[in-house]
């Protein structure tokens, strides 16, 4: 079996730019990606499902289901539109993170897609009263656009950068498109939410789109995402425990 994606509406994009925020430490690509899509007003075009995430349902309140799933949303834009990937989670298969990434960096190449752009969170592991925003490339050329916004470049400190943030940009860089993956400071406590650290991210996101953003709503944002995230903290948490059997040593950071 092979990840899917289905499509909810055909849509044609003018030089469009990919965002990709999944849950992850401090859920900082999560929470950007949901405050664009809310505060953009971005419109679901397509679903994406894949054996690669644990075998469970969600139960709601109403009794139905909910599979585990990712969406894609799009937003028009003056000069580029976006596209917004994010979802219930990431993959519980080192194969099915690849098998992810490919999947996603064709489907929006076919789209038009030539810039990806990765979200984050960087566990610290102490408490960051101002988080700063670290960032990796899949092109050492892209460096020096990047620094001027703000993104800081310290590769030492990162170490490694596991899961989709990370491999989307690799697998990105293997189809011809620039990739950047920003990286919002963060305690790094697995399920605990870090909006400071998803701000930092947003205000540096918004300078290299180019767009206005009111970001004085995020704290609300965060809250009313809180309710859907606790509904999938289990998921995460047995995504954290499998990695640290795996690799208790190099894993320095998920997401």
Known sequence: MESSIDIIEK?????????????????????????????????????????????????QEDS???PLKCEFYYVRGEKN??????????????????????????????LGVRDVITIGGFAEGRLVQKPRVIGAVNDKELIKKYSTYGVLFQPSAIGSIVGASGLLIAEAK????????LLGE???????TD????????????????????LTKIDKAVKEMEEKLKKTEEIHRKLQELSEKKDTESLKYIG
């Open 64 to 66: 139905v289901i909910h």
């Open 186 to 192: 963060t305690v790094g406590y697995p399920l605990i």
């Open 81 to 110: 539109d976006l596209v917004i990937l994010t979802g219930d989670s990431q993959s519980s298969d080192p194969q099915g993170h690849y098998e992810f990434a490919q999947k996603v960096i064709k489907f929006v190449k076919d």
């Open 174 to 181: 293997r189809n011809g498109m620039n990739g950047l993956c």
């Open 195 to 214: 909006p400071k650290a998803a701000e930092a991210v947003l205000m540096v996101l918004i300078k290299i789109l180019d767009i206005k953003m009111d």
């Open 11 to 59: 849509v044609k994009l003018k030089k469009p730019i990919f965002i990709e925020g999944l849950p992850g430490v401090g859920n900082v690509g999560r929470v950007v990606a949901g405050y664009l899509i809310s505060e953009l007003n971005a419109k679901k075009f397509a679903e994406m499902y894949s054996p690669y995430f644990l075998p469970l349902v969600l139960l």
